[in-house]
């Protein structure tokens, strides 16, 4: 059985879909692009997809991962360009690896998004993460399914800062002055969004946009402590196969006659 792991974003209009109707169109797009998939045993089998960690439903992704399994091998680049074809623009394919390692789930920590607050005066915005990044405690309200919830989110934030507009990446451009924030938190429990970061701003420095703030998620990975970066968590991947021969090789390597 053949693992291959595939980064794939949700971008413009897209960002709006939910994980469910994500799930839905990429069951499509695995049958469209007839790709020989494992599935599960029972009475209602399923392919064996693993998604880790999915946006939010309303934010932006540049760094979506999943990992699904083959009956037979196949070329991961490819497949990722049948995959690719299959899914409607905005839900785009960017890589995909042969899983060499174990763990991917464990390798996603953290990530970093940009939040895009038109309306602001980036001036007022600066003046907000200060008060933010110097505060001990930041507590914050989530509504969830067993009512309203109240929480900590700053341990969770690892970085916070402001950054010019011009070098953002992030998916709804306007020529209106706004402020751009770079946000690292850590994946912890309970989770802390990018909207709790958003409420942590408001509680502490009344910070409120006078639009809903654009979300993009631009990367997540594995959080190195040392040096405050996000890393590549399909890099163990690609260097495992830089200096693994590949198994279909190797088997017939072993095989071949003296």
Request: net charge negative; proline share 8%; with cysteine.
């Amino acid at each position: 059985m053949q693992r291959i792991r595939l980064r794939y974003t949700k971008r413009g209009r897209l960002r709006f879909t939910s994980h469910r109707d994500f799930q839905r169109a990429f069951e499509r797009a695995l049958r469209r692009a007839e790709v020989p998939m494992a599935y599960s045993a029972g009475f209602t089998p399923h392919p064996k997809v693993s998604y880790a960690n999915a946006a939010p439903t309303g934010t932006g992704s540049e760094a979506e991962y999943l990992e699904i399994a083959l009956t037979e091998a196949r070329d991961p680049e490819r497949l990722r360009v049948l995959l690719d074809e299959s899914l409607p623009a905005g839900l785009d394919v960017l890589e995909a690896v042969e899983a060499r390692t174990s763990g991917l789930a464990d390798r996603l920590t953290a990530s970093v998004w940009e939040l895009r607050l038109d309306g602001v005066d980036p001036a007022e915005a600066e003046r907000a993460v200060a008060a933010f990044n110097a505060a001990e405690s930041v507590e914050v309200q989530r509504l969830t399914k067993n009512g309203m919830r109240t929480f900590d989110a700053r341990p969770a934030v690892a970085s916070l800062e402001r950054v010019d507009a011009h070098s953002s990446p992030a998916d709804r451009p306007s020529h209106q002055p706004c402020a751009i924030l770079r946000l690292v938190v850590r994946h912890v429990t309970p989770a802390v969004r990018p909207d709790d970061v958003l409420s942590g701003l408001r509680a502490v420095a009344d910070l409120a946009p006078p639009v809903p703030a654009a979300v993009t998620r631009l990367a997540q990975g594995l959080f190195d402590e040392e040096t405050g970066t996000v890393t590549d968590p399909l890099a163990p991947d690609r260097e495992a196969a830089a200096t693994e021969p590949h198994p279909a090789a190797a088997t017939a390597a072993a095989t071949a006659p003296a």
